[in-house]
């Protein structure tokens, strides 16, 4: 007969116990990648095949705090690639940025130069000021494309004023918005930033599309730069994880402030295994996903939508103004489609599970929204002024007015 104990713990096993999968979990999961393929939010939305699964389930099974072979593999893979001695994998993109600067940053007071609409200085939570407790200094582009060496020069701070803290690092971010970064202004800027001791950070979230896009190595694209945090996440569809690069002396002292900021991670076979498989059968497509961004701009500018930002690489910034159009009308006709479109704003992004027939069909949305317009009397010259718009506003939500 069970003891008390072993019916107490039955009792406790049962509460613990939890299944997370619904009874329809493949149909769901079946269902879940059509609707990703019409999604143009972000392309952090795109989720592991069953191929991508397949191979990652084989990966190694080590304690990547002690060490992981797979992982190892992976880190020093993507370090003999971009040119550089050492990589550690982190989680996220925003830990391995911030860990970045938290490494290469030693004695205060410093400060840090990015673009004005750079990740680090936007969209991490402060981070830069939290971690390093560093200034930022964030710099709008006089061209309203990519910094150039003269928009940075003139915002370095030097000397011994103890009002002021030295500039210490230049973070550049390529691409940024999906806009590429020429890379004769990136050497430019680098080979002046050393001259003058300041170190070089790179957010190469989405470099990748950068390499696809004009044919340069990584290692060319990484080699101005005495770190580099390259995502895996976004563009090439593994589910998780950055691999931050730099000497070796750098990624050790990384890999300590990774276990301070929590993110030493333990099993991490299958994140690595997902991230390879990414990178040998993903990457080969990003160049499709630039296919079907200028496909998009191109259709929306036949329909006369006005462009903030075009098509460089992945995404492109849109505005409906020109033909009457708001955001938020655009947006709701999308989500009531018989297979609906979602997007929130000015932003479209296209991925490698993007559906061409997805791109074709919100066309179609749009030249319909534009021909009721023109129904009920709406005519181009009603269109507001156009206005300059800034280069950091291109990125609109859609609201529907009160």
């Known amino acids: 007969m069970p003891s008390l104990t072993d019916v107490r713990f039955a009792e406790i096993a049962q509460e613990v116990a939890c299944d997370v999968l619904t009874k329809s979990q493949d149909d769901d999961n079946i269902l879940k990648l059509q609707e990703i393929s019409r999604e143009f939010v972000s392309d952090t939305i795109t989720v592991p095949t069953k191929e991508m699964n397949a191979y990652a389930l084989r990966a190694s099974l080590g304690d990547d705090v002690y060490f992981e072979p797979s992982t190892a593999l992976l880190e020093a893979h993507v370090a003999k690639v971009t040119g550089k001695e050492a990589g550690l994998f982190?989680?996220?993109?925003?830990?391995?940025?911030?860990?970045?600067?938290?490494?290469?940053?030693?004695?205060?007071?410093?400060?840090?130069?990015?673009?004005?609409?750079?990740?680090?200085y936007r969209m991490e939570a402060g981070g830069t000021a939290f971690h390093s407790g560093a200034n930022s200094i964030p710099i709008i582009p006089d061209n309203e494309h990519h910094l150039t060496w003269e928009d940075i020069e003139a915002r370095i701070v030097s000397g011994t004023d103890v009002h002021v803290a030295p500039t210490r690092i230049i973070a550049l971010e390529n691409t940024l918005n999906g806009t590429i970064m020429p890379q004769k202004d990136v050497l430019e800027i680098s080979k002046n930033a050393h001259t003058r001791d300041i170190i070089m950070h790179l957010d190469g979230a989405r470099i990748w599309h950068v390499a696809a896009e004009t044919g340069l190595s990584m290692k060319e694209l990484c080699d101005p730069f005495d770190s580099v945090s390259l995502c895996l996440?976004?563009?090439?569809?593994?589910?998780?994880?950055t691999i931050l690069v730099g000497s070796?002396?750098?990624?050790?002292?990384?890999?300590?402030?990774?276990?301070?900021?929590?993110?030493?991670?333990?099993?991490?076979?299958?994140?690595?295994g997902c991230a390879a498989y990414a990178l040998t059968h993903n990457f080969p497509l990003l160049p499709r996903v630039h296919a079907l961004a200028r496909r998009m701009q191109q259709g929306l500018e036949e329909l006369g939508v006005g462009i903030l930002s075009p098509a460089e690489t992945c995404m492109?910034?849109?505005?409906?103004?020109?033909?009457g159009v708001e955001y938020w009308e655009i947006v709701e006709g999308a989500a009531q489609l018989p297979q609906p479109i979602k997007l929130n704003g000015s932003r479209l992004v296209m991925h490698i599970q993007t559906s061409p027939q997805a791109i074709e069909d919100f066309l179609e949305l749009i030249r319909t929204l534009k021909e009721e317009k023109?129904?009920?009397?709406?005519?181009p010259e009603n269109a507001p002024p156009k206005k300059k718009t800034l280069f950091r506003d291109v990125y609109v939500k859609a609201v529907r007015p009160a």
């Open 90 to 120: 982190l989680p996220t993109g925003t830990m391995s940025n911030q860990i970045a600067l938290r490494t290469h940053l030693q004695q205060p007071p410093y400060s840090v130069i990015t673009d004005a609409r750079a990740h680090i």
């Open 233 to 241: 996440s976004k563009g090439l569809g593994a589910p998780i994880g």
């Open 248 to 272: 070796k002396s750098f990624i050790t002292k990384a890999r300590w402030f990774r276990k301070l900021f929590g993110g030493g991670m333990r099993q991490t076979g299958y994140m690595v």
């Open 316 to 323: 492109l910034f849109y505005d409906p103004s020109p033909i």
């Open 374 to 379: 023109a129904a009920a009397g709406w005519k």
